[in-house]
């Protein structure tokens, strides 16, 4: 058979999970690891990244809007997707995982994006007229206070739900890895470490998504870029980085070592049909060119116009690097047989309902709904800072 | 489908769900064989009864080497195989 080399069970030959379910984790990394970047402000009190706070708020709703669609698009039947939460099953991961899902987007994200701009929504009703106004007069629910000790009471309280929400977002992404890691079935993918190094790649993405995404936004808008903060952002990029390098080489080193009866198999996949995705994109391109880029920008003092070109390289290959990472998980699971003895193909339609210019909607659509987001409510803290006084 | 180790689960063709064999349930509520044992022309394919302590089949397994697939995924894998190749699996 065309694409088929070996012996395949009949089932493995047309793989299952598709680009679209390469797309899934790929962006529930991008919504956990911009979080974490927020929370960095919030919590941590790391002032220097303060511009991006709201644009790594709203980075993560507009991702996390978008992650469920690519399952809906596979599955089918987007109507039967609210039995999730009216028949609980306790014993489902996957089920599970739907409150989680619910949790991390209304308790955490909108509620703490409300709160962080609830202030904003109240000066922003009563500057505008028409529709706006009446759109942001629906987004106070209700809730016009903005004395000196009311916008207290937010701060603290957005505080707590930040501190909640660190715990959550690494269970959101947490949860990505443990499907994945727990498949005792598939050697690929079976591994207690699966869930800690896609928390790490997933703050890694996040962290250079916001980072380029702030960039480009300062660089469209006309504004110039703080360079303390994109520095702040850079170092913890590598910082972090390094420990996902690290946890992803202990991965390969323990595979390597222990050997078992799946090894000959992967190895062969790994030097074979996953070489150019695995080896030249991943690792390489993807993982150590941006860290030796980031590596240099820690080490040496260099302008800020290469430091400004360097930081945007090494962002958008971290960012096809990840990706790659999830490619590589994914499809690369499911390519080869279950017998360790034979290999398929991964064949992508162009159009059709899981194919890749669907793909390419579902990674632009979130920068729609962030495009929309922003219109309505600035993240821009200097802008901000003319609202509230009323500029 | 991604867990089971022996690639047995299928998208129905027709209902377009995932599927697994029910051991002809369907038949064998009404006391008949399943259709793969039934149709086997050497009688290589048995449906017996393992909780039934009369039943020849613990003889069977007692006196001949049998085997299952993947005994290490421990799947509790009630298909035993006599004298099954190692290259199976």
Same mark, same amino acid.
């Given at each position: 058979m065309n694409g088929v080399e070996g012996f395949?069970?009949?089932?493995? !030959?047309?793989? @299952?999970?598709s680009v679209l379910i390469v797309l899934y984790p790929y962006i529930t990394g991008l919504v956990a690891g911009a979080f974490i970047l927020a929370s960095l402000e919030r919590v941590? %009190? &790391?002032?220097? &990244?303060k511009p991006t706070y709201r644009l790594a708020l709203f980075t993560a709703l507009s991702f996390l809007l978008v992650a469920p669609l690519p399952l809906q698009l596979h599955l089918? @039947? $987007?109507? %039967?997707?609210p039995e999730m939460y009216f028949t $609980? @099953?306790?014993?489902s991961a996957m089920a599970m995982f739907g409150y989680v899902y619910l949790w991390y987007l209304m308790a955490v994200l909108v509620f703490e994006i409300w709160l962080d701009y609830r202030c904003d929504i109240v000066l922003l009703a009563e500057q505008s007229h028409g529709m706006k106004r009446l759109l942001y007069r629906v987004m106070t629910l209700g809730s016009s206070n903005i004395s000196p000790r009311s916008l207290h009471i937010d701060e603290r309280v957005g505080w707590i739900v930040t501190l909640v929400g660190i715990p959550s977002a690494f269970m959101l992404h947490g949860y990505v890895g443990f499907i994945f890691g727990s498949i005792k079935a598939n050697p690929w993918w079976s591994s207690p470490l699966m869930p800690v190094v896609f928390i790490f790649s997933a703050m890694v993405s996040g962290i250079a998504c916001v980072m380029v995404l702030y960039m480009a936004t300062t660089k469209m808008r006309g504004r110039k870029i703080d360079m303390l903060c994109v520095d702040t952002i850079a170092m913890y990029l590598f910082y972090t980085f390094i420990i996902d390098f690290s946890l992803e080489t202990l991965d390969l080193i323990h595979r390597i070592y222990e050997a078992d009866e799946s090894f000959r198999s992967l190895d062969f996949m790994v030097h074979s049909k996953l070489y150019f995705s695995h !080896?030249?994109?991943?690792?390489?391109?993807?993982?150590l060119i941006p860290l030796a880029l980031l590596a240099v920008t820690q080490l040496v003092k260099l302008g800020e116009v290469t430091r400004k070109r360097i930081y945007a390289t090494a962002g958008v290959l971290t960012l096809i690097g990840i990706f790659a990472m999830r490619w590589n998980v994914v499809i690369g699971g499911q390519l080869f047989s279950k017998s360790f003895l034979g290999y398929t193909t991964y064949k992508m339609s162009l159009i059709s309902k899981e194919g890749l210019l669907m793909a390419f909607g579902l990674t632009l659509l979130p920068l729609g709904i962030l495009w929309v987001l922003i219109k309505l409510l600035p993240p821009w803290p200097e802008e901000n800072a003319q609202a509230v006084t009323g500029d | 489908m991604q867990a089971c180790p022996y690639g047995c689960r299928y998208i129905h063709p027709e209902k377009k769900v995932v599927d697994k064999c029910t051991l002809c349930y369907h038949r064998i509520t009404k006391g008949l064989t399943t259709a793969c044992a039934e149709n086997c022309p050497t009688g290589a394919r048995q449906l017996v009864d393992l909780k039934n302590p009369n039943d020849p089949i613990h003889a069977f397994l007692k006196t001949h080497s049998v085997q299952i697939l993947k005994?290490?995924?421990?799947?509790?894998?009630?298909v035993y195989y006599n004298e099954l190749d190692g290259a199976v699996r």
């Open positions: 395949m069970y009949p089932n493995e !030959i047309e793989l @299952h999970w941590f %009190r &790391v002032e220097a &990244v089918g @039947h $987007p109507e %039967r997707s $609980p @099953h306790s014993t !080896i030249v994109v991943q690792i390489i391109c993807g993982t | 005994p290490q995924m421990a799947t509790g894998a009630k």
